[in-house]
């Protein structure tokens, strides 16, 4: 009888506070307007590379196109304590940065230059920074990159 209220005891902490095993590694932080032709291109090639990249990511999504979405957004950055992120680029649209999940850092970002497989394969890339495991880089003259644009939102008193 002890083993099997032990058995439940265990089952019902991992059920109350979650596993590790199945927390989320990176946010891809989507920030998107609907009338920007750019965030249009991301959002057809971001769903199809996240499916491709297999790593256990998020998609957050930074909407602009309302009042109310851009307010949804700012709640869902909340949630996963990500506002710095999103103080530094709402409002600047058609790009996806890449937030380790634990550190809250940002690993790198993502634009409509990619297609769903270069995407999918630099996720992968920046997933594996995030768990700190090494991955497979091939050197390349290719002139797209993964660094994320300047700071949007800068406080003019800084």
């Known amino acids: 009888m002890k083993k099997l209220t032990a058995l439940i005891s265990g089952l019902a902490i991992t059920a109350a506070f979650g596993s590790s ?22 959002d057809s090639q971001l769903a199809s590379a ?10 957050v999504v930074i909407d602009t196109s309302t009042a109310a979405k851009w307010e949804k957004g700012a709640h869902e950055a909340f949630d996963r304590d990500i506002v710095p992120v999103f103080n530094q680029w709402v409002g600047l649209p ?3 940065a890449v ?39 091939n050197a390349s ?14 406080d003019p008193g800084l």
């Open 94 to 96: 058609g790009f996806a």
């Open 141 to 154: 003259v290719n002139a797209k990159t993964t660094r994320c644009p300047a700071a949007h939102n800068v």
């Open 50 to 59: 996240l499916a491709i990249s297999g790593v256990n990511a998020e998609e």
């Open 21 to 42: 095993a199945f927390a989320t590694d990176v946010y891809v932080v989507n920030f998107r307007n609907a009338q920007d032709v750019k965030s249009q291109q991301l």
């Open 99 to 137: 937030v380790d999940a634990k550190s809250k850092r940002v690993i790198g970002c993502v634009n409509s230059t990619f297609d769903a497989n270069e995407m999918a394969r630099e996720l992968r890339q920046m997933a594996s920074k995030a768990q700190g495991t090494a991955y497979m880089s």
